[in-house]
Nanobody, 126 residues
Framework: QVQLVESGGGSVQPGGSLRLSCAAS????????IGWFRQAPGKEREGVSC????????IYAESVKGRFTIARDKAKSTVYLQMNSLRAGDTAIYYC???????????????????WGKGTPVAVSS
């Protein structure tokens, strides 16, 4: 059974940093894309970043380019999202999602993702 578990969320002041983790288990093959998505109160879920199946492509939303970095540790079956220079507008529940087939992840499309974690909250305020 596929399982994605997020961790690392919390409260931070503007300009601070957090590192989110997405631990994956239950996949038959170690070949899937992982995307990070977020949903703020009263807003639709939006794509933040994606790392492709072969780790040769990373994608970022314009709003986080230059501040967030996605990376995968295959040995630990974990994908990280390093978030620096956090802003109040980054406040949201952050979800990781996996895509085994298709190309939704590289377009930061939530609807095509196959598996989802339960999310971890990030709050940025002074």
């Amino acid at each position: 059974q596929v399982q994605l578990v997020e961790s690392g969320g919390g409260s931070v002041q503007p300009g601070g940093s957090l590192r989110l983790s997405c631990a994956a288990s239950g996949f038959n093959k170690d070949y899937y894309a992982i995307g990070w998505f977020r949903q703020a109160p009263g807003k639709e879920r939006e794509g933040v970043s994606c790392i492709s199946r072969s780790d040769d492509n990373t994608i970022y939303a314009e709003s986080v380019k230059g501040r967030f970095t996605i990376a995968r540790d295959k040995a630990k079956s974990t994908v990280y999202l390093q978030m620096n220079s956090l802003r109040a507008g980054d406040t949201a529940i952050y979800y990781c999602a996996a895509e085994v087939y298709g190309s939704s992840c590289v377009f930061l499309g939530a609807s095509g993702m196959d598996y989802w974690g339960k999310g971890t909250p990030v709050a940025v305020s002074s």
